[in-house]
C-alpha cells in the first residue's frame, strides 16, 4: 500500500477527499486541487492528520479560514488539512469574586486552534474581557492568527500575540508536541517564530483583562468593523494585505506623510491602483489588496506582485515581503 493510501486508511477513506479544488477553501478563491484534502474536526483529529503525513513522509499543510494564503494554479501534491478544530473554553480566573460576581480582574481563556477569530472575539466581549475585541469580523483562525501576529491598526499596538500565554505546538522536525510560553514566539509586526520553524498550533491560551465597561466593549469593537468596512474593499475575494508594511526607517527615509508605514500608500504612489492582470487587479480602493475580480489565477496574482516588487525597489528603494503564505508550487 502506498503512503497516500495509508494515510487515507488511517483517517477514514469516507473523510479524505482526492482531488479537492482548493479555491473552494481560499478567500481568494483561488487554487488547484490537493492531492488529499482531510478536514480536522477537532485537536486531535489535527494531531492524527500531522503525524500520519510525518511517518508517511508526505508533504502537508494546515489551512485555517484560508484568508492569508495564495494557493498554486498546480494546487498541492500531498495532504491539505482543514483546521475545523473550533472550541473555546474559559479555564481559569484572578480575582476574587463577590456574591454578585464581581472582582475578576483577568481571566484565561483556551482555544482550539481551529477556532475563528471572529468567534474569539465575541466569546470575550460576551464574557466582558477585554483584548481581543480589535478581531471581531477578521477573517482566519487562531492558529493562522499566531503565526501572522494578527492585528488591526498596528499603530494602536495591538496584536494577538500580545494575549498569548501559552500554545500547545506540533514540531515537524521530530513529531513531538510541546507547549511553549508566549515568549518563544519572538513576536513583533507580522511576524512570529513558527514562521521559520514550520511548527503547527494545536490550541491557545490567552489572558484577558476585566473590562471596566463591558458594554462600551461591543461599542468598540463595532467602530473597528465599521472603519474596517470603509478602507477595505467589501464582497471581492482577495486575502486581506497582500505585503508587509514597509519599517519606520524607510518611513523616515521617504518621509511619508505622518511617517505612515502603510505599503498601500507606496503603491498607490507609484501609480498602480487599478492595474490588472487577467482576472487580478489592485484595488482602487486600498492598493494593498489585490482582488480576484472573478476569474484569476494565481499566475495572474504573482504577475502583480512582480510588478509591485519591481517598482517599489526600482523608484523607492525598497525590498517589499509579502504579508500573504503561498502554497504549493510557483515555478
Ligand atoms: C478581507 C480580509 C481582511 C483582513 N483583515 C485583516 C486584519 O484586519 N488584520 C489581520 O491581522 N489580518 C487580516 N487579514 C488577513 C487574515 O485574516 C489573517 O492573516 C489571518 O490570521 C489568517 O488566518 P487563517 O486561519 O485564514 O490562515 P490561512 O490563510 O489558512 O493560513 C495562513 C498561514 O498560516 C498557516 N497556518 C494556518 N493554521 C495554522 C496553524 N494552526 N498553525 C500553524 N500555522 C498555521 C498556513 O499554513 C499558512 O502558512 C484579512 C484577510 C482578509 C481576506
Redesign the pocket.
Known sequence: MDAYEQIKNTLGPLRVLENEPLSKH??FKIGGPARLFFEAKNVED?KLAIATAFEQKVSY?????????LVSDKGFDGLVIK?RAAEIKLVGVKGTIDKNGRGIKNALVWSA??TP?NQLARFTIDQGLEGLEFLLS???????????????EVEKGEF?GDRLVSAALFNPQDSEVRTVQKEYFEFSYDQSK?QQTG????EAIFRLDTSKDPAGLWQRAMDNVKR?NEE?PIGVA????TFRNISREDAIRLATPNLTTSTGYIIEKLGLKGTTMGGAQISTHHAN?ILNTGDATAADVIKLIRIVKQKAKEVYDLDLKE?I?Y?GNFD
Open positions: 481560499t478567500y489535527l499543510v494546515v489551512l485555517g479560514g484560508g484568508a492569508n494564503v483546521n486552534s481551529g477569530m477578521v477573517p482566519g483562525t487562531v492558529g493562522g492568527g499566531i503565526k501572522i501576529n494578527a492585528h488591526y494577538l513558527i511548527e503547527i498550533v494545536l474596517r477595505q482577495c486575502s486581506g494585505c489588496f504579508e503564505f502554497v
